[in-house]
T-cell receptor, first 113, second 114 residues
Framework: EDQVTQSPEALRLQEGESSSLNCSYT??????LFWYRQDPGKGPEFLFT???AGEEKEKERLKATLTKKESFLHITAPKPEDSATYLC??????????????FGQGTILTVHP | EAGVAQSPRYKIIEKRQSVAFWCNPI?????LYWYQQILGQGPKLLIQ????????DSQLPKDRFSAERLKGVDSTLKIQPAKLEDSAVYLC????????????FGNGTRLTVT
């Protein structure tokens, strides 16, 4: 069974204080790793898809990276509006995991002004 | 482009009652998903449709949950009878294709079972 573990569970930063969120996964063949952002009372909003180890994607202050066992979401000089829950999900490729998207529990990020 | 529409936004029912949720996906999206998100957890897939057909319902509690997708567009998810542990946010999502396409989520229905 595919597993996704995100750490830390919660992260509090000062505005401008860069940091990273971690997503560790075990999956039977990886077709893709997805990062989503979820604001309170809203559905998750797609950020990035990563397909293979070594791949990187960037969007404004966010950069996602991927290795064979984990992904990092780096946040550079965060602003209060970056406060949200960040969800990681993996899409399996093998056996009963084929086509299944498994989410982690999320990291709650709070950025103080 | 209009997003995924869900209704109602909130629902409070007593245990053993029934409830239904409605979803209208993004136009042209063939794949539709229902997820359950319990407070403090990530979304868990309940059922996935490809057009009219069910692709995956392995995690749907079929003794109480049912879902249908009418004419490959709108979908309804029903719970009958509800239990206390069904209290959660029910998210509908759609994607252009299955596999590797990003999911577009609606804002969900928050269900409270008392």
């Amino acid at each position: 069974e595919d597993q996704v573990t995100q750490s830390p569970e919660a992260l509090r930063l000062q505005e401008g204080e860069s940091s990273s969120l971690n997503c560790s996964y075990t999956v039977s063949g990886l077709r893709g790793l997805f990062w989503y952002r979820q604001d309170p009372g809203k559905g998750p909003e797609f950020l990035f898809t990563l397909y293979s180890a070594g791949e990187e994607k960037e969007k404004e202050r966010l950069k996602a990276t991927l290795t064979k066992k984990e992904s990092f979401l780096h946040i550079t000089a965060p602003k209060p509006e970056d406060s949200a829950t960040y969800l990681c999900a993996v899409l399996g490729a093998g056996g009963t995991s084929y086509g299944k998207l498994t989410f982690g529990q999320g990291t709650i990020l709070t950025v103080h002004p | 482009e209009a997003g995924v529409a869900q209704s109602p936004r909130y629902k409070i029912i007593e245990k053993r009652q029934s409830v239904a949720f409605w979803c209208n996906p993004i136009s042209g999206h063939a794949t539709l998903y229902w997820y359950q998100q319990i407070l403090g957890q990530g979304p868990k897939l309940l059922i996935q449709f490809q057009n009219n057909g069910v692709v995956d319902d392995s995690q749907l509690p079929k003794d109480r949950f049912s879902a249908e997708r009418l004419k490959g567009v709108d979908s309804t998810l029903k719970i009958q009878p509800a239990k206390l542990e069904d209290s959660a946010v029910y998210l509908c999502a759609s994607s252009l294709r299955s596999y590797n396409s990003p999911l577009h989520f609606g804002n969900g229905t928050r269900l409270t079972v008392t």
